[in-house]
């Protein structure tokens, strides 16, 4: 929740792709409830610039050269807004990209 309160207090800009966004709903939603799923998606739209998956990201998806198609999404949406670091806690699925996990992050 740290790596929230750098977003929240402009100290770090965020993205995070319109497919992660279903999925997180639908964890949410599986989880706990429809409506806490909905307040939580609010919430994240107002932190997190979302980033647009179209069919040429997809695309561009399948030729990288990682195994998971949803990592390889993820890795090519991190190159075309060329960001600084992936935050993730899957560091190992993401071979080609600057990764730090959001524990060591918030250390820096």
Known sequence: ??????????EVRA???ASC?????YVARKKLSTSVARTAIAGLLELFE?????VNDLKDAL???IIDFED????WLFTKVST???????IS???RVDTVSPTDFVRQ
Do not use: W
């Not at 929740?1 to 402009?10: I, N, R, Y």
């Not at 966004?21 to 709903?25: K, L, S």
């Open 1 to 10: 929740m740290k790596v929230f309160k750098l977003v929240e207090l402009g």
């Open 15 to 17: 993205f995070v792709s």
């Open 21 to 25: 966004m279903t999925d997180i709903f």
């Open 50 to 54: 979302v980033v647009d998956v179209g």
């Open 63 to 65: 030729t990288m050269d």
């Open 72 to 75: 390889a999404l993820q890795a």
């Open 84 to 90: 600084d670091v992936l935050i993730t806690r899957d």
């Open 93 to 95: 699925g993401f071979p």
